[in-house]
């Protein structure tokens, strides 16, 4: 118990005692005990002293002299100093053999801790108060069932007729609802198990995105009110990502169908990343294009399988319930039928973060509990107690009156 007080604190260090030989009144030798404290400087971190009892040691803390009352005052006073300085080390005397524990939060640059949304190269003090803030966010955009309408008939047509042409069996209905939103690639090598070769892969890739652009005849139609809220971002100059597992050629093509080009800061296509949903790559790889760090940036989708990649980034995800019922998309941090149901105040409270990295570091709070108001406890196991002492008593009783 001593030891680990005097690992804390410089008054609860063990004082040193030594003895010293005097003659009382019968002219006898007598050994007169006293402590002593060693004089030590603090320098608002813990000190281990030395329990060595080598001669140096002796030296020096006869040397240091004797501490009164005074002196452990102000080294009390100094216990209350927890402000660190870069130059401690310096103020330590070579001659003390005192080892200091460095292995410690108030160190110059360890906190508070640092915040990953700030960026010190900024010169506006507000530009940089904002990005801390949670006036600073990244939208990220998936394209079927978001921007556009989607309709996930014809991609189950597709992968059917892609299965006639190569001799497959055609996929069930819970296969193609798993491969919804991954690569083609992926699809065909993962859940599929078409082939592993990658020339071959690439050509069924190719060949099941040929069959849905023909069936789904070039025509897009932008979904009722994704572009009004795609203008009210860019009015007020929040960069936006737009992410598709498509080919890029494919994308860029029904961009300028549509005519909305320019409104997307970074596009990601199929060509950009090697795993689709429910792998966070896509999204990943568009906020690092933003210049945004996950835990700033928001995915609207429509899938469960884009809420699962967008909280494994640590992005918060609002589910457009396109294809879905609301009730599906439950896991969302925000469930809306239409994209201009929302505002911006909405999504600056969604990324409004707390966490100790950003520097809230407030303390949980902790489950009281509940006293036990009842007069009358149980007696159960009082009841089983004497329950067990009476049969025993009476199995006893009975085998003594069999003896006799």
């Not at 002593?36 to 080598?54: E, H, Q, Y």
């Not at 991954?182 to 890739?205: F, G, I, T, Y």
């Not at 060949?207 to 070039?218: A, M, T, V």
């Not at 093509?253 to 997307?264: K, N, S, T, V």
């Amino acid at each position: 118990m001593v030891e680990s007080i005097a690992t804390t604190s410089l008054l609860a260090h063990r004082p040193l005692c030594q003895g010293s030989p005097a003659r009382d009144g019968s002219n006898r030798r007598r050994l007169l005990d006293f402590c002593l404290l060693p004089a030590t400087n603090f320098v608002g971190r813990r000190v281990i002293c030395s329990t060595s009892s080598s001669t140096p040691w002796r030296t020096e803390r006869w040397g240091a002299g004797r501490v009164g009352v005074s002196s452990i005052k102000a080294l009390a006073m100094e216990l209350t100093k927890e402000a660190y300085s870069p130059r401690d080390e310096e103020r330590i005397p070579r001659n003390w053999r005192y080892s200091v524990d460095t292995n410690t939060l108030q160190k110059q640059g360890l906190w508070p801790p640092p915040n990953k949304a700030d960026n010190p190269s900024l010169h506006n003090p507000l530009l940089r108060q904002e990005r801390m803030g949670c006036g600073w966010l990244g939208a990220i955009f998936e394209w079927e069932g978001v921007i556009i309408e989607d309709n996930p008939d014809i991609e189950k047509q597709a992968w059917l007729v892609l299965s006639q042409e190569e001799g497959k069996s055609p996929p069930p209905a819970f296969i193609l609802k798993r491969i919804e939103g991954m690569k083609n690639e992926q699809a065909l090598s993962e859940v599929l198990c078409w082939s592993r070769d990658p020339a071959q892969l690439r050509r069924m890739a190719l060949r099941k995105e040929e069959i849905y652009q023909g069936l789904q005849g070039g025509i897009y139609r932008l979904r009722a009110g994704s572009q009004d809220f795609v203008n009210v971002l860019m009015n007020y100059k929040i960069p936006m990502a737009l992410v598709s597992t498509r080919p890029r050629k494919t994308l860029e093509f029904a961009i300028g169908a549509i005519g909305i080009e320019g409104l997307f800061n970074v596009i990601v296509t199929a060509e950009d990343v090697h795993r689709g949903k429910p792998d966070p790559e896509m999204f990943v790889y568009a906020a690092q294009l933003l210049n945004f760090i996950p835990e700033r940036c928001i995915v609207f989708g429509n899938s469960n399988s884009t809420v699962e990649a967008a909280h494994d980034s640590r992005m918060k995800c609002v589910a457009v319930a396109s294809k879905h019922p609301v009730y599906e998309l439950g896991a969302a941090d925000l469930v809306v039928r239409r994209l201009d149901e929302l505002s911006v105040v909405d999504l600056k409270n969604l990324a409004d973060i707390e966490s100790d990295e950003f520097g809230s570091g407030e303390p949980e709070a902790e489950m009281e509990e509940e006293e036990d108001d009842d007069p009358y406890p149980s007696t159960a196991v009082a009841v089983d107690d004497f329950c067990t002492k009476w049969v025993f008593l009476h199995c006893l009783t009975l085998e003594i009156l069999l003896k006799l």
